[in-house]
């Protein structure tokens, strides 16, 4: 089955314990891409990545790291997490210019 | 920020209603996108639409585009229950970046 998949599911962790979540794609797609959802501001882009070892910045990248070392990988880094990263987090993957895939989110807390 | 804006940002209707609604843009775009959310959930696709496109049907779903005026309508036709969710517009700019709009909830009332 093709699908985009996140882990873990939900987080809970504390302020400045380094933490990874990881995205992985079964479609062979080129452009993965992480966002971040929040009450009211809709979805914004993290970062993206169109292909391995190619990463760019999106609309809120400050606070996250990315890495793109295989092409069904794309995990999300937060090397010291606050509690405004406190949200819910998609991966989501695509041929570039096509529909995107979306994972089921990740919720992080950070206390 | 060029985040879009969909508007109306909450919609009520009886089941078997047509739903509109819209999304403003900022960008020139070489498409636009509308997707779908259930509650806390990951976004389904709905349909996609090209810049040089300007109007475009998937069964109950029709899309329209304004290019000139950057804007996007979904319409949703014969409403049902389960069509209850939030929809989100989402445009690719200039670049590789994708811009989503702060969503539509969809109400409909059996």
């Known amino acids: 089955e093709a699908q985009v998949t996140q882990n873990p599911r939900y987080l809970i962790t504390v302020t400045g314990k380094k933490l990874t979540v990881t995205c992985s794609q079964n479609?062979?797609?080129?452009?993965m891409s992480w966002y971040r959802q929040d009450p009211g501001l809709g979805l914004r882009q993290i970062y993206y990545?169109?292909?391995?070892?190619?990463?760019d910045k999106g609309d809120v990248p400050e606070g996250y790291k990315v890495s793109r070392k295989e092409k069904r990988n794309f995990p999300l880094i937060l090397e010291s997490p606050s509690p405004n990263q406190t949200s819910l987090y998609f991966c989501a993957s695509s041929q570039q210019g096509n529909e995107q895939f979306f994972g089921p989110g990740t919720r992080l807390t950070v206390l | 920020s060029q985040q879009g804006e969909e508007d109306p940002q909450a919609l009520s209707i009886q089941e078997g209603e047509n739903a509109t609604m819209n999304c403003s843009y900022k960008t020139s775009i070489n498409n636009l996108q509308w997707y779908r959310q259930n509650s806390g959930r990951g976004l389904v696709h709905l349909i996609l639409?090209?810049?040089?496109?300007r109007e475009k049907h998937s069964g109950r779903l029709r899309v329209t585009l304004d290019t000139s005026k950057k804007s996007s309508s979904l319409l949703i036709t014969a409403s049902r229950a389960a069509d209850t969710a939030s929809y989100f517009c989402?445009?690719?700019?200039?670049?590789?970046?994708?811009?989503f709009g702060t969503g539509t909830s969809l109400t409909v009332i059996p």
């Open positions: 990545s169109m292909n391995v070892e190619v990463t």
């Open positions: 479609m062979n797609h080129e452009y």
């Open positions: 989402a445009t690719d700019g200039t670049g590789n970046q994708f811009y």
């Open positions: 639409i090209r810049s040089n496109e």
